[in-house]
């Protein structure tokens, strides 16, 4: 069926964390959280509602359609067979970061991020009395990359028990290449690290770049998946976590059964499902829109707001606009979108000292919505010159 992406959808009044509750100025455009302002599949709807319609949501059990529903999706998007690889499920992917910490190291032990990166990466690591190991991600030409010999240095710490990466990364946007991948897992694997990989942005790919699960290139690894991001349901708490290491998995499921963190909502799960076995359609048309909401994007910063640069996105919605040359500190700058120009984003230093001068933008809207969000920020830009 073909999918509506310019319809527009009044979320406000519905307790959306994303209208409802937008931080500092309630009268932004809110571009902020991570949510799309899309309906989901009409499969996934309609797999909710006969769920609902029953009437009776008891306990229910974890179907084994929850697992191949799983397995297909990684195959089929992403050329993955994850054979024998067990599949944990989990509520959603921050709680099983926690998890990955808690099941991985001990109080004192460090774990290796890759700043700028999504804030509870840095929680899941500080919250429970861990060290951060910073493998900082280096912005040459316009592009992020991994500093390798800073990272072997930082693997070979023996207290450095746990790697947690994220690919597509949020919130630069950059899609590890194979290469990459291959290298984190060797200097890992040398040093006896557990790679944990968050890749619930993982189906959002642009031309030119491919989403490698990490599962893929090691077996030294947990992966986190969700049909979250792709089909608009972080509200239905339903993920899972793909262990190709059985022992890796019976550690991850001993501290997850500390806080009984594997129950899933039961209509999510039946989401899940639906969404993992009937939404190539959707994402398919889902990814053009998106790509030419970038390009709107794109041409727009470059003709009437030349000092926001746009750091090119491989994948995800989020885009990582590098404000710098405005020459605001990180407090003025959030005042300048938030106040000013009346456009809620995510100010840059949330994701580490690294993203200082930065905003991340969620264009995962209507295109009116977003032109009016640019046209509000030119208008601000203007103002101030």
């Given at each position: 069926m073909q999918y509506c992406f310019d319809e527009p959808i009044c979320r406000k009044g519905t307790d959306s964390v994303?209208?409802?509750?937008?931080p500092g100025n309630p009268q932004a455009i809110p571009m902020w959280v991570a949510d799309m302002d899309f309906r989901c599949p009409k499969p996934v709807i309609d797999a909710v509602m006969e769920k609902a319609?029953?009437?009776?949501?008891?306990?229910?059990?974890?179907?084994e359609t929850f697992r191949q529903s799983t397995a297909a999706?990684?195959?089929r998007r992403h050329g993955w067979d994850i054979g024998q690889a067990e599949v944990i499920p989990v509520t959603s992917v921050?709680?099983?970061?926690?998890?990955?910490?808690?099941?991985f190291t001990q109080p004192g032990d460090q774990v290796i991020l890759q700043r700028p990166v999504y804030g509870p990466f840095t929680g899941a690591v500080e919250d429970q009395g861990r060290v951060v190991s910073n493998n900082a991600l280096v912005l040459e030409n316009g592009r992020y990359a991994m500093d390798f010999a800073d990272l072997e240095r930082r693997a070979a710490d023996p207290k450095a028990k746990l790697m947690l990466l994220c690919n597509p990364h949020n919130p630069v946007g950059r899609v590890f290449t194979r290469e990459e991948l291959e290298q984190v897992a060797q200097i890992c694997q040398r040093h006896q690290v557990v790679l944990f990989a968050d890749e619930i942005h993982g189906d959002f790919v642009y031309p030119g770049a491919c989403h490698i699960p990490?599962?893929?290139?090691?077996?030294?690894?947990?992966v986190a998946v969700a049909p979250s991001k792709t089909f608009n349901l972080a509200g239905m708490k339903a993920a899972s976590v793909i262990s190709p290491d059985p022992a890796l998995a019976a550690?991850?499921?001993?501290?997850?059964?500390?806080?009984h963190g594997g129950s899933m909502n039961l209509l999510g799960m039946y989401a899940y499902i639906a969404a993992y076995t009937h939404g190539d359609e959707y994402l398919t048309q889902l990814l053009a829109y998106l790509a030419g909401n970038i390009r709107y994007l794109a041409d727009f910063l470059r003709e009437n707001t030349p000092d926001i640069r746009l750091v090119q996105p491989e994948?995800?919605?989020?885009?990582?606009?590098?404000c710098r040359a405005m020459g605001m500190d990180q407090e003025a700058l959030t005042h300048f979108f938030t106040w000013q120009a009346g456009v809620a984003m995510n100010a840059g230093d949330w994701f580490g000292p690294e993203g200082t001068g930065f905003v991340r933008m969620n264009l995962a809207c209507p295109r009116q919505t977003l032109a009016a969000a640019l046209q509000a920020i030119a208008k601000a830009y203007a103002a101030r010159r």
């Open positions: 994303k209208w409802d509750h937008i319609a029953f009437g009776l949501y008891a306990y229910t059990a974890v179907p999706w990684q195959l921050v709680p099983a970061l926690y998890t990955a910490v808690a099941a990490a599962g893929s290139v090691t077996q030294n690894c947990l550690r991850f499921k001993e501290a997850l059964a500390v806080n994948g995800t919605y989020l885009m990582w606009l590098d």
